[in-house]
């Protein structure tokens, strides 16, 4: 057996119960990418760290060896932030729980995405000031898509998909949403909700061509 440790920050994504104490989860760092790891133990202490690290939006250190196949084992971790302040407001936690069911989604397992990966954690980090907490959501589907080469930017892109058609001032704003690196100025915008709801269909058209 491969005892070596790996050690990396990562964000946890996603996490359920296996057998009785144990629990499957998937993290998200810049060097792994999303990779899975069980979690012995974690529901059999509740406020330990393992069971912290164990549950979706927290940021920590994961030490960790191989495992069977892709899973591997969690040794130790430290935990560095919990989004604490994310979880006061219903809408604000959806939010940012949508973010993460959409990194998982999105990414291949065990592909290196330091940039995304910075982008989450900087979404997650300023969530908690951004109302409506719903313009940042739509704002990182936009970033996602173009990181992944999704989503072209520029005064010639088009964004049609299927029977939805984008106006000149909607793929303005589509520009604005994607490029913005403020979430101050993400916030500031005005986002009807049919726009939003385009926005919705262009990510799951989009990603599900691929």
Same mark, same amino acid.
């Given at each position: 057996?491969?005892?070596?440790?790996?050690?990396?920050?990562?964000?946890?994504?996603?996490?359920?119960?296996?057998?009785?104490?144990?629990?499957?989860?998937?993290?998200?760092?810049?060097?792994?990418?999303?990779?899975?790891?069980?979690?012995?133990?974690?529901?059999?202490?509740?406020?330990?760290?393992?069971?912290?690290?164990?549950?979706?939006?927290? *940021? @920590? /250190?994961?030490? =960790? &060896?191989?495992?069977?196949?892709? +899973?591997?084992?969690?040794?130790?971790?430290?935990?560095?932030?919990?989004?604490?302040?994310?979880?006061?407001?219903?809408?604000?936690?959806?939010?940012?729980?949508?973010?993460?069911?959409?990194?998982?989604?999105?990414?291949?397992?065990?592909?290196?995405?330091?940039?995304?990966?910075?982008?989450?954690?900087?979404?997650?980090?300023?969530?908690?000031?951004?109302?409506?907490?719903?313009?940042?959501?739509?704002?990182?589907?936009?970033?996602?898509?173009?990181?992944?080469?999704?989503?072209?930017?520029?005064?010639?892109?088009?964004?049609? *998909? @299927? /029977?939805?058609? =984008? &106006?000149?001032?909607?793929?303005? +704003?589509?520009?604005?949403?994607?490029?913005?690196?403020?979430?101050?100025?993400?916030?500031?915008?005005?986002?009807?909700?049919?726009?939003?709801?385009?926005?919705?269909?262009?990510?799951?058209?989009?990603?599900?061509?691929?």
């Amino acid at each position: 057996m491969n005892d070596k440790k790996h050690q990396i920050e990562g964000i946890t994504l996603h996490a359920f119960d296996f057998k009785e104490y144990d629990r499957i989860v998937t993290v998200f760092s810049e060097e792994m990418g999303v990779i899975s790891l069980i979690v012995k133990g974690a529901n059999r202490k509740k406020k330990g760290t393992a069971s912290a690290l164990a549950t979706p939006l927290s *940021c @920590g /250190e994961f030490i =960790f &060896s191989a495992g069977k196949g892709d +899973l591997f084992t969690y040794r130790d971790g430290t935990i560095y932030d919990q989004f604490l302040s994310l979880r006061h407001d219903f809408d604000t936690l959806d939010t940012a729980g949508s973010m993460l069911q959409i990194t998982k989604k999105t990414l291949l397992p065990n592909k290196p995405a330091p940039l995304l990966y910075r982008l989450l954690k900087t979404f997650l980090s300023g969530l908690s000031d951004c109302s409506p907490p719903e313009n940042a959501l739509i704002s990182f589907k936009l970033k996602m898509l173009h990181h992944e080469g999704l989503l072209p930017l520029g005064p010639d892109a088009v964004y049609d *998909c @299927g /029977e939805v058609v =984008f &106006s000149d001032e909607e793929r303005q +704003l589509i520009f604005c949403l994607a490029a913005s690196r403020s979430l101050k100025q993400i916030t500031s915008l005005y986002i009807p909700y049919e726009f939003s709801e385009k926005i919705s269909y262009l990510f799951e058209y989009t990603i599900a061509s691929q």
